[in-house]
T-cell receptor, first 113, second 115 residues
Framework: NAGVMQNPRHLVRRRGQEARLRCSPM?????VYWYRQLPEEGLKFMVY????????ESGMPKERFSAEFPKEGPSILRIQQVVRGDSAAYFC???????????FGDGTRLSIL | AQTVTQSQPEMSVQEAETVTLSCTYD???????LFWYKQPPSRQMILVIR??????QNATENRFSVNFQKAAKSFSLKISDSQLGDTAMYFC????????????FGGGTRLMVKP
């Protein structure tokens, strides 16, 4: 029973390029959350999605960042025209219905050159 | 909005001894959940323990237990018989009941277990 799968584990981009981060939730989970962790800080909520719907994006920067969770396939966090300040670890979590705890993937470490 | 505060950036403990990590939070909600997550150097986020606010009994998971003081909005984690593998960052987290269920994390406490 595979856990939450994130890829790539490490991603290096140059300033101005696009970054795409992928997350496959645990089997049976239809709720997906993205969090960002800056160095030496806790995780900060970015966006909450269910299949084909963005439920809450109150933690997403207004520009350059977008997320989707299509009917088929993984959830994607997309960062356009990356800047040095986007360097961070990005974690995806999924959960089942009601108030079950969230299960986290291993994260994607994004480095901007 | 909810806030979670961990006032101890770093702590250390001798192997086999007991250590307590502090966490306080601020909320106007009455029904919520609290969690402790462990993040070892591998960077995984591992759920350690969970507490429902409506339960008065403190949660326990093997060597890990919490002291939940709802009126004081305090949620400390006690690790008994500390092991070298307990060395990690520990994050306290708050979750409202329903309403999206996103987690609000504290800034973390770095725990070092010394042999």
């Amino acid at each position: 029973n595979a856990g939450v799968m994130q890829n790539p584990r490490h991603l290096v981009r140059r300033r101005g390029q696009e970054a795409r981060l992928r997350c496959s939730p645990m089997k049976g989970h239809s709720h997906v959350y993205w969090y960002r962790q800056l160095p030496e800080e806790g995780l900060k909520f970015m966006v909450y999605l269910q299949k084909e719907n963005i439920i809450d994006e109150s933690g997403m920067p207004k520009e350059r960042f977008s997320a989707e969770f299509p009917k088929e396939g993984p959830s994607i966090l997309r960062i356009q025209q990356v800047v040095r300040g986007d360097s961070a670890a990005y974690f995806c979590a999924s959960k089942g219905p009601d108030n079950q705890p969230q299960h986290f993937g291993d994260g994607t470490r994004l480095s901007i050159l | 909005a909810q806030t979670v505060t961990q006032s101890q950036p770093e702590m250390s403990v001798q192997e086999a001894e007991t250590v307590t990590l502090s966490c306080t939070y601020d909320t106007s909600e009455s029904n919520y959940y609290l969690f402790w997550y462990k993040q070892p150097p591998s960077r995984q986020m591992i759920l350690v323990i969970r507490q429902e606010a409506y339960k008065q009994q403190n949660a326990t998971e093997n060597r890990f237990s919490v002291n939940f003081q709802k009126a004081a909005k305090s949620f400390s984690l006690k690790i008994s018989d500390s092991q070298l593998g307990d060395t990690a960052m520990y994050f306290c987290a708050f979750m409202r009941n329903n309403a999206g269920n996103m987690l609000t994390f504290g800034g973390g406490t770095r725990l070092m277990v010394k042999p």
